[in-house]
């Protein structure tokens, strides 16, 4: 049984590294999510608690990873960017992409029952991810705008189709029809008429998506500040966003906040223990 | 937010294709599991629950994924074996490798309590993952020889060494210093002399590490045959093992076998659901 | 200027290599020898000095790396097989790719003029390659009779729409016209009827491609064995070829042969220099 | 003899492709020039006429990719860069690997006569080449201030490792010790001391090696501007370069220059004609 007879199977082993100097995107995306949704009967067109779930395990891939300044996720979607100047694992492609998905996937078990407290979990939910590299902060941005754009188109579709099938009682197939063709401006008008909803007074979080900045915090009774995680919902392609957050794209100090003006944030430290 | 301004960014997506007519091996490992099996008191050398998780969150991978019809594991590592013909997701590296590990990581935390009912999960585990390419049938056998002389080169170390700490009441320094420099027979005879331990009598699941393989059976008043995964500990690295399960390295039908003979196995159809 | 300040820049190289025990076929091909063989008013449909030119250009390749023990060429292509177990350059992709079209391309010029004494190169020509990996001895019998069917269909044409061309005076888009939709027979039936041409008794170089082998002969007046490679025009498809050179696929030693048999070969040790 | 049956190894090959809006930049390398140069006799340190035979070789490459905006060279090595905005091939790596190889590789031998008219080329050379990408316009300029640097330090210590072996007689050997350790400064002292040699005054093609830059001149009688590729001996590492030829790095349109300030230039319209 001399192990080093076998050993040679080593070296097929092949490496690939991320290219140096550049934003490294992993996009987890999740596999059947259609059915998952419904096999737990989440909410339509927007489950929140379904969606603070993502957020919590995203929230756990930051803790693990302090290189990851920047995630925005939506839907059964979630994208980490690492700083460009990252060395994690030597930059090593399958080491990264396989630890994201792994926490992420592992957390969104574990924080299950925080979210669901009355709900059993059917079965084990797989993420699929990717790993896409740019090289520009314009690159990066538009990448971003992408995403956040996606959300829009998406939900406003959603919001529409589900009206119409949950509130007017048409089938999917009727909901589809009417919506076939249609502009964002006439979606808006149907919801106004319709069902008097005026789309931009939804939510932020289901219009907007969830954008996580990493801010320090001065802590009670303590000189030392705590770095946290904050959940926003706010516009990303403008530059407003950028300019008011500019460590992010500067890839510079996680900048101290006031603790006053927040109302909701995750705390760093207790690294993947249970809140 | 006209989406279209920003899809460009799609195509810095980088595809990788596993060559075709070579065994894909994924191996999972768990990431820093020295603390986390401290944090949850596995037993040790070896506890029984903890490995027959790790099992039940492999069987969950050969559930989803028909085209591994072999894997194999031992402490907190699992390799997966895919059929070299298989054409999965048209064998794009980063969605195997991906969605292994993300079945197993979820599916790790969504046995816990089947196995540690009595244990609160502390936090999220964390398994990275890599994707390994073997041209020959011989290649594919010498990595699982690896694997396998790894479980017993280990495995008898740690019985070692746990003995003489727990057993004997060395400091892990001492026991360690005991242990340098000693071969296969005189840890042999270090547990035989002061422990009593006939090594070779130590559960095979311990020294063999779990062996998972396909096969099918009859079902109760069904004419239909149904497909189950069988966990076996046995010596896959002589000849005896391959000629008794041809199918795997011929890639030809999953056999039928006589349900008989079996002490335990895992339905495949109940695919992910709680059993 | 402080050499170290930059010298980070070489950490932005990345590193391919050829998966392990599998064949390695470089592929060189022409670019727009169409223009090529038109400036330099080759014979069509086969000018045979042109073709032994390449022949020569791919001699001198096997005389540079004596892992490759074959290479198969016909038109403005040649493929080149290394050994499944060589580790040239450690099996780095962008060596083995680079240095092979470079010697080609190089030695295609150098040996411009003794295929052409009173033709003038008119400007130095251009060939691509790339790499293709092989895991098993059939996939690479397969990739290289996939290259010798593609000599039959493309000479059988060629044959055809040349005469038709320069024997019948039908202009190119006539000749193209009349053949469109034919099959080999027709094509067979054509040449026959018209040219008086039994296409199976074209010159085998032209209908089969140039096979390159390496063998050992005797050499005048000396002990020593010395290592030739053979030109070869013949069935590479069939099983016979393949008996009757086992050392190809078994990577085994350079065989002797009897030199009284040959009528052309090259010699080995003179690398690069003109012969 | 059926080509379909084997067309399915087509699906080995494997496509890698750069990452978009990076500077591509293909460096070639002469192998074993040490060899060639010796068997060809070249003058030490510095043989012109080989020197100028790289920039013609390198010159034909910019006539082939007008992609190319920038090429540096000395010695035995080139570098080629392709503007980051580039879709030259779709990006395909081993496209613009061989091609660029290639085409230097021929145009190396296909120029020979033009500079070495009384001198037998006695062997086809060979040149491997590497493809490397640069996200910024930073790390481009500090890959091109270390291939210079690394002129420098090169062309200095082969200025006094010659003057010591043909003008003092020492024996290689001995020159290699008396250079062991020492600084620039002492370099440029034993070359003032020894052999009245100021290295500043050292011709600028030796000391800086070759840059070629791409320029439109207006043309007799012609209003049409014509594009001509500049040699240029100066340096590339500080500021005022980069500023004097701005479209450079700002991929914006070559520039009309007045060509009474030239006193060499290649033209670029016959592209791979002898001249």
């Given at each position: 049984m001399a192990k080093s007879k076998f050993?040679?199977?080593?070296?097929?082993e092949q490496e690939s590294k991320c290219l140096k100097n550049c934003w490294i995107v992993v996009r987890i995306d999740g596999k059947n999510f259609h059915r998952f949704t419904e096999a737990h009967e989440f909410e339509k067109p927007n489950d929140t608690n379904g969606l603070n779930l993502m957020t919590n395990a995203a929230v756990n891939v930051l803790r693990e990873f302090s290189d990851i300044n920047f995630a925005f996720g939506h839907s059964d979607e979630f994208s980490f960017v690492f700083k460009k100047k990252s060395n994690i694992f030597n930059r090593r492609s399958d080491k990264i992409l396989s630890l994201v998905n792994s926490i992420f996937s592992s957390s969104y078990v574990f924080f299950w029952n925080k979210y669901f407290p009355n709900k059993e979990l059917m079965y084990a939910p797989a993420f699929d991810a990717r790993i896409v590299l740019y090289p520009t902060d314009q690159n990066l941005r538009d990448y971003l705008s992408w995403r956040q754009a996606d959300v829009h188109v998406n939900n406003l579709y959603n919001t529409c189709f589900w009206a119409l099938v949950l509130k007017m009682g048409l089938s999917p197939v009727e909901a589809e029809e009417k919506l076939r063709g249609t502009l964002s401006r006439d979606k808006n008008e149907l919801l106004y008429q319709n069902f008097n909803i005026n789309y931009n007074n939804e939510p932020e979080m289901f219009r907007k998506g969830t954008t996580l900045v990493r801010k320090c915090i001065s802590w009670e009774g303590s000189a030392k500040h705590k770095p946290v995680i904050l959940p926003l919902y706010c516009d990303i392609i403008k530059d407003d966003f950028w300019k008011s957050h500019p460590?992010?794209?500067?890839?510079s100090e996680t900048p101290l906040i006031d603790k006053l003006n927040l109302t909701h944030y995750f705390v760093c430290e207790q690294k993947n223990f249970k809140m």
């Open positions: 050993e040679y199977v080593r070296y097929f460590e992010i794209l500067d890839q």
